[in-house]
C-alpha cells in the first residue's frame, strides 16, 4: 500500500479523516507510521496528496491535503479469458497497478465453468482487488471493468466497436507475427486462458479486427503475460 486511498465516509471534518480496518492495520504494522508523519494518501476517484497522522486513539486520524492528479491511465483495454478464481485476484490487481483504463472478463472454451461461480468474482471482491491495486500504484481511479459470460456475441457484436481507434492486439503463442513495442496511441489487448484460446477462438476474434501477435517462445503465466505485454506495448 504506497497511498492510503481514502473514501468520501472517511471524512468526519473538511480535510480531517479517520481510517480504521485494513488500512489502519497496514499503515501500522507496516508503515509503522506514528503521530507526526506524513503518508501519500488520496480520495477515492480524486486527487492525491499527504496527510499528516495527527492521532491514533479509535482509529487512525489524519489531517489531509489533496492537491495533485493522480496518475494518467494508460490508453488500453485489456480482454481478458477469466483465469481461474486465485490467478483473478492477482491479475486484476497488477493490471490495475499497471495502469489499464477498462477490463473486460470473458469466456473462453478453457475457462471452467465453475470459475464463473467463484465468491471471488462478487462484486465486493472485484472492488477490493483494484483498490488494492491502485493503492499500490498510488492511483484513485479505478478501471472500469466488464464481465462477459458468452464470448461469440461479445466479440462478434461488441468487440468490433471496442477495437475501433486501437490496436488490436490478441496475445497467443506460436503465432509468426510479433508483438510490436511501443506502437504508440490506444491498444486492445486481448490475453487467453491458462490453456490458452482454441483454433476457433482465435479466428473468431481475428474475424472481429484482432491480430494475432506472439511474445517469445517463452510461455508466460497470465499475470505475467499482461505485465510482459504491458510493458512492450507502452
Ligand atoms: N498453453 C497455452 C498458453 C496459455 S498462456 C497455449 O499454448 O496457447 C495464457 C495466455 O497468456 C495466452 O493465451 C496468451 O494470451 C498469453 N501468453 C503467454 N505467453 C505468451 C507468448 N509467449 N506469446 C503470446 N502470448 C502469450
Not at 491535503?65 to 483473478?88: G, H, I, N, Q, S
Not at 470459475?115 to 482487488?129: A, F, G, M, V
Not at 500504484?137 to 477495437?163: C, K, M, N, S
Amino acid at each position: 500500500m504506497n497511498l492510503v486511498l481514502l473514501r468520501e465516509e472517511d471524512f468526519t471534518a473538511p480535510g480531517r479523516v479517520r481510517i480504521q480496518g485494513r488500512r489502519l492495520r497496514h499503515v501500522l504494522e507496516v508503515h509503522r507510521a506514528g503521530v507526526g508523519d506524513e503518508l501519500v494518501v488520496g480520495l477515492l476517484g480524486g486527487a492525491v496528496g499527504r496527510g499528516r497522522v495527527t492521532s491514533l486513539e479509535g482509529g487512525l486520524h489524519l489531517d489531509v491535503t489533496l492537491d495533485r492528479p493522480p496518475p494518467p491511465k494508460l490508453p488500453l483495454t485489456l480482454v481478458l479469458a477469466l483465469p481461474r478464481p486465485k490467478v483473478l485476484n492477482r491479475t486484476l490487481a497488477a493490471a490495475t497497478s499497471l495502469g489499464a483504463a477498462r477490463i473486460f472478463l470473458v469466456n473462453a472454451w478453457k475457462v471452467e465453468k465453475s470459475y464463473w461461480k467463484s465468491p471471488r468474482l462478487s462484486e465486493e471482491n472485484l472492488l477490493e482487488q483494484r483498490i488494492l491495486g491502485l493503492e499500490q500504484a498510488r492511483d484513485t481511479v479505478l478501471p472500469e471493468l466488464h464481465l462477459r459470460r458468452l464470448l461469440r456475441p461479445f466479440a462478434e457484436d461488441e468487440l468490433p466497436g471496442i477495437l475501433q481507434g486501437t490496436l488490436p492486439i490478441l496475445a497467443h503463442p506460436g503465432v509468426p507475427e510479433p508483438c510490436p513495442r511501443a506502437p504508440g496511441g490506444p491498444v486492445t489487448l486481448v490475453i487467453g486462458p491458462e490453456g490458452g484460446f482454441i483454433p476457433a477462438e482465435v479466428d473468431l476474434l481475428a474475424r472481429s479486427g484482432c491480430r494475432p501477435v506472439n511474445l517469445g517462445e517463452r510461455i508466460l503465466r497470465v499475470e505475467t503475460a499482461v505485465a510482459a505485454l504491458t510493458g512492450r506495448l507502452f
